[in-house]
């Protein structure tokens, strides 16, 4: 068990909707970041977030967004759902804003029907 | 771009085999890779890292290798039992915050 908690585990949603995802970082760690896996992308990253601001951002969509709140915990918003959509989600966090030793999340497996 | 690549995509190899894992880099001022093993159903998790100025890093049954003239590391895992099988990332650090990962190679351990 990394430490690092995401709900829900499983989302089946339609096209068009919205929905989000909510991580929750090891105790202590101060740096969140979601990542994309899907077959054909391998893993992609999102975004990254350290004690509360956005630190960086890799390929993420303008109809998907993500905050950390002022306990940690992020959510990952993503809205207009489309069928390419389709994939796993995972959160990671770290104990500084580098990218060293991240641990990851079980992962949230959306499916877009 | 720069990217991080794996050679193999499978390996299957027998229970108490040594298994090597190799990886492809392009971006020759990368000064630290860490490897990755995930398992299904769950997200990846930390194995090994290694910083440029190391050529070999040895942790509990599992060794890294880097090559930095041909720009190549490898994943040396010993006696590789059916819970190694995963498959197994190496990534690269992109700027300060991001982690570049490769296709990833599947590893598959056979009793």
């Known amino acids: 068990d990394s430490g690092v908690t995401q709900t829900p585990k499983h989302l089946i949603t339609a096209t068009g909707q919205r929905v989000t995802l909510r991580c929750s970082p090891r105790?202590?760690?101060?740096?969140v970041y979601w990542y994309q896996q899907s077959l054909d992308q391998g893993l992609q990253f999102l975004i990254q977030y350290y004690n509360g601001e956005e630190r960086a951002k890799g390929n993420i969509l303008e109809r998907f967004s993500a905050q950390q709140f002022p306990d940690l915990h992020s959510e990952l918003n993503l809205s207009s759902l489309e069928l390419g959509d389709s994939a796993l989600y995972f959160c990671?966090?770290?104990?500084?804003?580098?990218?060293?030793?991240?641990?990851f999340g079980s992962g949230t497996q959306l499916s877009v029907l | 771009g720069e990217s991080v690549g794996l050679h193999l995509p499978t390996l299957s190899v027998q229970e108490g085999d040594n298994s090597i894992i190799n990886c492809a880099y392009s971006?020759?001022?990368?000064?630290?890779f860490i490897w990755y093993k995930q398992e299904s159903g769950k997200g990846p998790q930390f194995i090994i890292d290694i910083r440029s100025n190391m050529d070999k890093r040895q942790g509990q049954r599992v060794t890294v290798l880097l090559n930095k003239t041909v720009k190549h590391l490898s994943l040396q895992i010993a006696a590789t039992q059916p819970g190694d099988s995963a498959v197994y990332f190496c990534?690269?650090?992109?700027?300060?915050?991001?982690?570049?990962f490769g296709k990833g190679t599947m590893l598959l351990v056979s009793p």
């Open positions: 990534a690269e650090p992109v700027g300060y915050s991001t982690l570049t």
């Open positions: 971006n020759s001022a990368s000064d630290y």
């Open positions: 990671a966090s770290s104990v500084g804003d580098s990218n060293e030793k991240l641990f």
């Open positions: 105790s202590g760690d101060l740096s």
